[in-house]
């Protein structure tokens, strides 16, 4: 199950005591919005079964953090990378740079 930001949704509980959910279990975004914040509005109320059902398994939550984390790493990563690449962009074209300066500067004062 995906929010509709890509996140995985985590359980959170109603505490808004005028709510008449007051109590219950809901999958959420980690972005989700409420009154106070703007973010996602993915929600999804757990019907009593269910959550029995899905609190049984115990590492469900986990694996929805740790495939979170996976998609963090993974674009981490790949930021890595591109910063990388500009970086050695950026040494050859200021080498390039210096080079020929040195090379005009030679010529110019040797004349």
Same mark, same amino acid.
């Given at each position: 199950m995906e929010c509709k930001c890509g996140d995985f949704p985590i359980i959170r509980t109603v *505490? =808004?005591?005028? %709510?008449?959910? @007051?109590? +219950? $279990?809901?999958? !959420? @975004? *980690? *972005?989700y919005r409420n009154s106070f914040e703007k973010g996602c509005g993915f929600f999804k109320l757990i019907e009593d079964e269910e959550f029995c059902t899905e !609190?049984? =398994?115990?590492g469900?939550?986990? $694996? /929805? $953090? !740790?495939?979170?984390?996976?998609? $963090? %790493? +993974?674009?981490?990563?790949? =930021? /890595?990378?591109?910063?990388?690449?500009?970086? +050695?962009? !950026? /040494?050859? &074209?200021?080498?390039?740079? &210096?080079?020929t300066c040195l090379v005009l500067g030679t010529i110019i004062l040797c004349k």
């Amino acid at each position: 199950m995906e929010c509709k930001c890509g996140d995985f949704p985590i359980i959170r509980t109603v *505490n =808004d005591t005028s %709510n008449p959910n @007051c109590g +219950k $279990k809901f999958w !959420s @975004c *980690n *972005n989700y919005r409420n009154s106070f914040e703007k973010g996602c509005g993915f929600f999804k109320l757990i019907e009593d079964e269910e959550f029995c059902t899905e !609190s049984k =398994d115990e590492g469900l939550e986990l $694996k /929805l $953090k !740790s495939e979170k984390t996976k998609r $963090k %790493n +993974k674009k981490l990563t790949m =930021d /890595l990378a591109k910063t990388k690449n500009w970086l +050695k962009l !950026s /040494l050859a &074209f200021g080498f390039a740079s &210096f080079g020929t300066c040195l090379v005009l500067g030679t010529i110019i004062l040797c004349k």
